[in-house]
């Protein structure tokens, strides 16, 4: 694992993700349901909390990746207004402070907010001192991200960048990953002030879509886009998706939330889990 996290830096990551892409898209339906049937077998996938249950009946190997799950897969408590829950299926790989402008990634490794908002100086002094939490989600996981508390979105940044595997052994390994990937900010006005999510692309993950983009964004240099405005999004509600998904960032400014006593590093969590409060 080691040698292959060192011979990402020679990898045409962007060709082999657009190429890996092509081949999950494809619907023939003796490769696809292959596909499929390898990828459940290899993790382990249980599709009793899916809305589709027959694997031959997704349309690509992206669409059963991608599967949406059943409504009352993922409870929401809509009456705790307070609370903050976790955006993502996955695994906690960091929570806890930012120092300054410094965000843990893993051991001693640490990245910059500036670099990690393609820097847009202004978003990033905006979370200086506060928290963060970085889920990180592994193959077998739902691959939806929803929103974590009631918000409007104002903003969002996407920038290019690399496409390292993103796995505990790559964290330890590889310096400054998140802020070295392609990635996609989203930034909402909320009770706890301003909220950033943050969706971190990843080697075969080559497309990060939103649910008010009518394609995900493919550019050379840092997109961003203001919303004067836009529909506020409720607890739970989905923002959108990665096609083999990586790893979500949530960000909140200084003193606005306490993170629950539950959200600890390594710890698997749910959507409408709690993971902070707002103070």
Known sequence: MKIFSYLQYLLPQHLLSELAGKLADAKTPWLKDFLIKQFMRTYHINLSETLIKNPAEFASFNDFFIRRLKPDARPIDHSSTREIISP?????????????????????????????????????????????????????????????????????????????????????????????????????????????????????????????????????????????????????DELGYFKLGSTVILLFEKNKINLSSSSLINTHILIGQPLANIK
């Open 88 to 236: 993502a299926d996955g695994t906690i790989a960091q929570i806890g402070m930012i120092k300054q402008n410094q965000l843990l990634q893993a051991k001693n490794f640490y990245f910059d907010l500036e670099t990690l908002f393609g820097h847009d100086l202004e978003a990033a002094q905006t979370f200086v001192d506060g928290n963060f939490a970085t889920i990180y989600l592994a193959p077998h996981n739902y691959h939806r991200v929803h929103m974590p508390l009631i918000g409007r979105l104002t903003k969002t940044i996407y920038v290019p960048g690399k496409l390292f595997a993103v796995n505990r052994m790559t964290s330890e390994i590889i310096p400054k990953l998140y802020s070295r990937n392609e990635r996609f900010i989203a930034l909402f006005d909320t009770a706890a002030g301003k909220v950033a999510v943050i969706m971190v692309g990843a080697l075969i993950v080559g497309s990060i879509k939103m649910n008010w983009m009518k394609k995900p964004i493919r550019n050379k240099s840092v997109v961003t886009n203001i919303f004067s405005t836009s529909p506020q999004y409720n607890k739970g």
